[in-house]
């Protein structure tokens, strides 16, 4: 009776935690790990994989950062409302990338998500929540060949209900990809092509039999730099991705997003996100700018969800970074 009672409460909560976790297809966990961590991704319609390589690359996509032309970057973002479902939400997420030799990268990255406080009713009462999710990576990237590059890392993820006494759900999941990078002209055009796999885990531990999976990924892309004028870049990306688990919840999105940059130092972005409706940010589009010099980039941008009833609506962000050395005026 005590086991079945125990039994019971925890799929109680674990109901109830699934309930909380609406940011990107409600009957999954850890659907924060989809959230993208950065101002200039998000700016471009969540596209990442292919596009110039920056310290956010250690948020899953690393092969970027094994680029001889990155030396030490130091990244960090915060979006004050990440969902208008949830107004006390706020996310904080950092990034690092480390040289080691001429031809590899180790990497560091962090994100943490709250909800801010969600009263919840159950059949003992209203008990008020306070969830908050955190992923902490660490990888490493390597130049394989001439514009060759490969990266992973393990992702540790903790799931915290918000309710003393209840258990914090922890897992782990690898993340791995590659990306292919070859310049076809004097003046500095080049193309790009990648593919990684994402959140790839056994899922996230409740404690008992309670046991929730991950949002589990492939993505390919491609990307083009093309320069316009002596100090105008044109650059656009394109990518697929599909969530092939949960079962219940697989989904297919292609995000593509366009970024002028002039003189090396200010940027201007447009992007769009198609994705199925019910499973996922369906559809969005985005706009950013961002301003570098000396070493200190810092990105804006906002989010705007073309249905009215979508949840990943109206979301700003700011990020800035530090890289020594890369952006003086270039």
Not at 234 to 254: K, L
């Amino acid at each position: 009776m005590i086991q079945a009672k125990q039994k019971m409460i925890r799929r109680q909560l674990l109901c109830c935690l699934l309930l909380s976790r609406v940011l990107v297809a409600p009957a999954q966990v850890a659907s924060f790990l989809e959230i993208v961590p950065d101002a200039r991704a998000a700016s471009l319609g969540g596209a990442s994989l292919a596009t110039e390589p920056d310290a956010w690359a250690a948020a899953g996509h690393h092969a970027k950062l094994a680029s001889r032309a990155l030396p030490f970057a130091l990244a960090y973002t915060y979006s004050p409302v990440i969902n208008k479902t949830f107004p006390g939400s706020r996310m904080h997420a950092a990034a690092a990338r480390v040289p080691l030799g001429k031809r590899g990268a180790m990497t560091v990255a962090f994100k943490r998500v709250s909800l801010g406080e969600l009263l919840v009713e159950r059949v003992d009462g209203e008990v008020i929540l306070k969830p908050a999710d955190m992923s902490v990576d660490l990888g490493y990237a390597r130049l394989l060949a001439a514009g060759l590059a490969a990266g992973a890392s393990i992702r540790y993820i903790v799931s915290d209900l918000g309710e003393e006494g209840t258990t914090v759900g922890r897992g782990a999941a690898l993340n791995a990809s590659v990306c292919y990078r070859r310049e076809f002209s004097g003046r500095g055009a080049s193309w790009t092509v990648g593919a990684a796999a994402t959140n790839i885990g056994p899922g996230i531990s409740y404690g008992g039999d309670s046991r929730g999976s991950l949002p589990a990924r492939v993505t390919a892309a491609a990307a083009i730099r093309l320069p316009l004028h002596a100090n105008h870049d044109a650059r656009c990306t394109v990518e697929y991705s599909y969530r092939f688990a949960p079962r219940g919840e697989r989904a297919r999105e292609v995000m593509t997003g366009v970024e002028q940059v002039l003189y090396g130092a200010c940027s201007l972005r447009l992007g769009y996100h198609r994705g199925n409706t019910g499973s996922g940010p369906a559809e969005f589009i985005s706009a950013g700018c961002g301003a570098r010099a000396y070493g200190l980039a810092v990105d804006f941008s906002y989010q705007r969800a073309t249905r009215a009833a979508a949840a990943l609506d109206k979301i700003a962000r700011l990020s800035i970074s530090l890289t020594p050395g890369m952006f003086n005026n270039k």
